[in-house]
């Protein structure tokens, strides 16, 4: 199925997915009684946070996420997306980590997790990482620069 | 102990299929979203309302609950204070996110599809979570 005036756009896949990830999201919250944050997840794995998560189970969720990459790749066929350059992945993982942990969160935490609590500071991070990233994206364009191959 | 963890794991493998399914390990889908005044891609807008019906009913259901179905208690995000930290914090972020179009979860699950790329990415990512810590602890 695609959307009308969006040739590209998958919908289906899309809603699927995110109906994935949320009752993933949920079992992590009524199952385990935490937020699926994927950035705090990632500190406290490798020591960097001081959350009462114990560091296995930070361990098997972040185990967890290429193991589901993984099936849905031997399912749906491997794909082959294009990914940016060493240098501007080097450039974006600084900034992606360090504002992370600035600002409490991430896409996941903030923006499926507590978006969805209508946490007032995860409705004020989404909002602000979303207009970030827009903006980022349109300046980047408007100067014709390509990141990705 | 198996258990406790065994469901944290099978939420992993659910959230890695959830994000590669709705197309987050693809960098082109992610800016494409991001791309809102161009040729703009809504396919992560249904990834994210998917996730936020699901996980509003959850938010409805945990109140419901005495504690965890696997765990002891709750623990849980309490604060409400919104501070130039967060703020700055969730704007730098977004350029990270913008720039290469992979935020952490996808980031680490990339690592089975585009292993060099991702690798690169997580240790650039775990630097710069690194670089924080440095910092905070200084004070």
Same mark, same amino acid.
């Given at each position: 199925m695609s959307l009308p005036g969006f040739p590209d756009a998958t919908p289906l896949a899309g809603l699927g997915g995110g =109906?994935?990830?949320?009752?993933?999201?949920?079992? %992590?919250?009524?199952?385990?009684?935490?937020?699926?944050?994927?950035?705090?997840?990632?500190?406290?794995?490798?020591?960097? &946070?001081? &959350?009462?998560?114990?560091?296995? &189970?930070?361990?098997? +969720?972040?185990?967890?996420?290429?193991?589901?990459?993984?099936?849905?790749?031997? =399912?749906?066929?491997?794909?082959?997306?294009?990914?940016? !350059?060493?240098? =501007?992945?080097?450039?974006?993982?600084?900034? =992606?980590?360090?504002?992370?942990?600035?600002?409490?969160?991430?896409?996941?935490?903030?923006?499926?997790?507590?978006? !969805?609590?209508? &946490?007032?500071? !995860?409705?004020?991070?989404?909002?602000? +990482? %979303?207009? !970030?990233?827009?903006?980022?994206?349109?300046?980047?364009?408007? +100067?014709?620069?390509?990141?990705?191959? | 102990m198996i258990s406790r963890q065994l469901p944290i794991l099978v939420s992993g493998v659910l959230f890695g299929a959830g994000l590669t399914l709705g197309g987050m390990t693809d960098p082109a889908r992610v800016r494409g979203f991001l791309d809102l005044f161009g040729d703009w891609d809504p396919t992560l807008a249904f990834v994210m309302g998917g996730a936020v019906i699901v996980m509003a009913i959850a938010w409805w259901l945990q109140p419901k609950l005495a504690r965890p179905l696997f765990a002891d208690a709750f623990a849980l995000p309490s604060r409400r204070d919104l501070t130039p930290k967060l703020i700055g914090g969730s704007a730098l972020f977004g350029i990270g996110w913008g720039v290469a179009g992979l935020c952490p979860g996808p980031g680490v699950a990339a690592l089975v599809i585009e292993p060099v790329s991702a690798a690169i990415f997580v240790t650039a990512m775990l630097a710069g979570m690194f670089l924080v810590r440095l910092t905070e602890s200084d004070t």
């Open positions: =109906v994935l990830i949320g009752v993933a999201a949920a079992l %992590m919250l009524l199952g385990a009684g935490r937020i699926a944050g994927v950035s705090g997840i990632a500190a406290r794995a490798t020591g960097m &946070s001081d &959350s009462s998560l114990p560091r296995i &189970s930070a361990w098997l +969720f972040l185990l967890g996420l290429p193991a589901g990459a993984l099936i849905v790749t031997a =399912v749906m066929g491997q794909f082959e997306p294009s990914f940016a !350059s060493p240098v =501007v992945l080097v450039i974006a993982g600084l900034l =992606v980590g360090a504002g992370t942990r600035l600002g409490s969160g991430c896409t996941s935490g903030h923006g499926v997790c507590g978006m !969805s609590r209508l &946490s007032p500071r !995860s409705l004020v991070a989404t909002a602000t +990482f %979303m207009a !970030s990233g827009i903006a980022t994206v349109a300046i980047m364009n408007a +100067f014709g620069w390509e990141v990705l191959s | -």
